[in-house]
């Protein structure tokens, strides 16, 4: 079955970071970009960044909302991907989904992605 | 940023109904538009990609159609596990950017 799973959620303090980790199973994970998204209880979602396969060179980008303090890397021999997020703001309190991105195209690099597969997604409290 | 905009942004209809969500962006996006559902406490699901091909496993009732920077996820006849709230998201510029969401309760 194609999943992905994501772990380390939690409680923080403002300005503390935590890592969001994403375990997939059931596919290729060296063939996919992935990306996060999130989510503030009861509002919509907001993209939080890409990463891309290492054949594109494994680079990202990041929503300018958090460009600067999260950081997006993947290993793709474990198949997992992370989300190190620093310098947390109350603002950062949400529900983080995992996603893997599919091509809608010829080829995708920046755009042209869905987002085929979700995961339950973790929990992030940013909060004194 | 491109904007979305989804109309209505709540719905009340009845199982069986044919019903209609309109996303509306605010540039050129082609054919670069995808339609999630999403149940409450549950991640969303993508039903619709490139505005109008149906992904896999998603029952034939689901149909999404484009008209320039218009684009319409059409439900022929609801069916209760439907209820859920509806988003549209472009992938045609970075950032991709999700509309606000439309909600369909049960009348």
């Known amino acids: 079955e194609v999943q992905v799973v994501e772990s380390g959620g939690g409680l923080v303090q403002p300005g503390r970071s935590l890592r969001l980790t994403c375990t997939i199973s059931?596919?290729?994970?060296?063939?996919?970009?992935m990306s996060w998204v999130r989510q503030v209880p009861g509002k919509g979602l907001e993209w939080i960044g890409l990463?891309?396969?290492?054949?594109?060179?494994?680079?990202?980008e990041h929503a300018a909302s958090v460009n600067g303090r999260f950081t997006m890397s993947r290993d793709d021999s474990k198949g997992v991907a992370y989300l190190q997020m620093n310098s947390l703001k109350t603002e950062d309190t949400g529900v983080y989904y995992c996603?893997?991105?599919?091509?809608?195209?010829?080829?995708?690099?920046?755009?042209?992605?869905?987002?085929?597969?979700w995961g339950k997604g973790t929990t992030v409290t940013v909060s004194s | 940023d491109i904007q979305m905009t989804q109309s209505p942004s709540s719905l009340s209809a009845s199982v069986g109904d044919r019903v209609t969500i309109t996303c509306r962006a605010s540039?050129?996006?082609?054919?670069?538009l995808n339609w999630y559902q999403q149940k409450p406490g549950k991640a969303p699901d993508l039903l619709i990609y490139?505005?109008?091909s149906l992904q896999s496993g998603v029952p034939s009732r689901f149909s999404g159609s484009r008209s320039g920077t218009d684009f319409t996820l059409t439900i022929s006849s609801l069916q209760p596990e439907d209820f859920a709230t509806y988003y549209c998201?472009?992938?045609?510029?970075?950032?991709?950017?999700f509309g606000q969401g439309t909600r369909l309760e049960i009348k």
């Open positions: 990463l891309r396969s290492e054949s594109f060179g494994g680079t990202t």
């Open positions: 998201q472009q992938s045609y510029s970075s950032p991709p950017t």
């Open positions: 996603t893997r991105l599919n091509c809608s195209s010829i080829s995708c690099y920046t755009t042209y992605y869905y987002m085929d597969v």
């Open positions: 540039q050129k996006i082609s054919k670069y």
């Open positions: 490139a505005a109008s």
């Open positions: 059931g596919f290729t994970f060296g063939d996919y970009a």
